[in-house]
């Protein structure tokens, strides 16, 4: 599976921006996709995750301001960051979660996009 995310940028305090990640690939249904991050200085962190069947969880910190979704049929996952703090300043990997052939758990990553988040 190649992951391909779109939508960094740099936006103000306050301000909102959606981010994408497509998938393309030998793709298996059902599957697990997660947004995490990686903040300056910090280690990778879990935001939000969906599955096939929509069910989501989120970090605490984003409960509220960030929104995942998907569209199965264009194996494309969405986060939309409202109320951006310059805390969110971060790059963003998407991560795709699919069991395959002989039960085999594969887990795949996307090369990240970088959201900065202005004061």
């Known amino acids: 599976v190649q992951l391909q995310a779109y939508g960094g940028g740099l936006v103000q305090a306050g301000g909102s921006l959606r981010v994408s990640c497509v998938a393309s690939g030998s793709i298996f249904s059902p599957n697990a996709v997660g947004w995490y991050r990686q903040r300056p200085g910090k280690q990778r962190e879990s935001v939000a995750q969906i599955t096939t069947s929509g069910s989501t969880n989120y970090a605490d910190s984003v409960k509220g301001r960030f929104a995942i979704s998907r569209d199965n049929a264009k194996n494309t996952v969405y986060l939309e960051m409202n109320s951006l703090k310059p805390e969110d300043t971060a790059v963003y990997y998407c991560?795709?979660?699919?069991?395959?052939?002989?039960?085999?758990?594969?887990?795949?990553w996307g090369q990240g996009t970088l959201v900065t988040v202005s004061s």
């Open positions: 991560n795709w979660n699919q069991r395959e052939r002989f039960g085999l758990v594969r887990n795949y």
